[in-house]
Nanobody
C-alpha cells in the first residue's frame, strides 16, 4: 500500500514559479519510479515529467522542457517538481504518481504504468 500527499499548488501570475512536493509512504520494499501528471478542465490527463528509481534518468513533456525540473529525495520520501516561468496553459490539477510493480530501471510515461495516484493539487496561472 502506498499513500501520496501532494502540496505546493496555488494561484500565481504568468512568469511566476511554484514548487510542488509529494511525500510518499510505502510498505513496499525498494525504491520505485515516480512522476507527475496533470489534467486541465475538459482535457485528457497528460504526463508532465517522470523520474526513474534512483533519479538518474528523467523525462519531460515538450511543453515543460527548460521550465520544470523533477527531483527526488528518497531519504525524505519526497518527490519534487520545480515549475518556473509558469504560463496560463499550465493551469491544471497536478498529480503525483508511483509505480509499485517491477521496473526496468528507466522512467515511465504512460498513465497505465503507475499504480498509485495522489489526490492532486490545483495550479492556477493567471495572465
Amino acid at each position: 500500500q502506498v499513500q501520496l500527499e501532494e502540496s505546493g499548488g496555488g494561484l500565481v501570475q504568468a512568469g511566476d514559479s511554484l514548487r510542488l512536493s509529494c511525500v510518499y509512504s510505502a510498505r513496499t520494499f525498494g525504491i520505485y519510479p515516480m512522476g507527475w501528471f496533470r489534467q486541465a478542465p475538459g482535457k485528457e490527463r497528460e504526463i508532465v515529467s517522470a523520474i526513474n528509481w534512483n533519479g538518474g534518468r528523467t523525462y519531460y513533456a515538450d511543453f515543460v522542457k527548460g521550465r520544470f525540473t523533477i527531483s527526488r529525495d528518497d531519504a525524505k520520501k519526497t518527490l519534487t517538481l520545480q515549475m518556473n516561468n509558469l504560463q496560463p496553459e499550465d493551469t491544471a490539477v497536478y498529480y503525483c504518481v508511483f509505480r509499485a510493480r517491477e521496473h526496468s530501471g528507466d522512467y515511465y510515461s504512460q498513465k497505465e504504468d503507475y499504480d498509485y495516484w495522489g489526490q492532486g493539487t490545483q495550479v492556477t496561472v493567471s495572465s
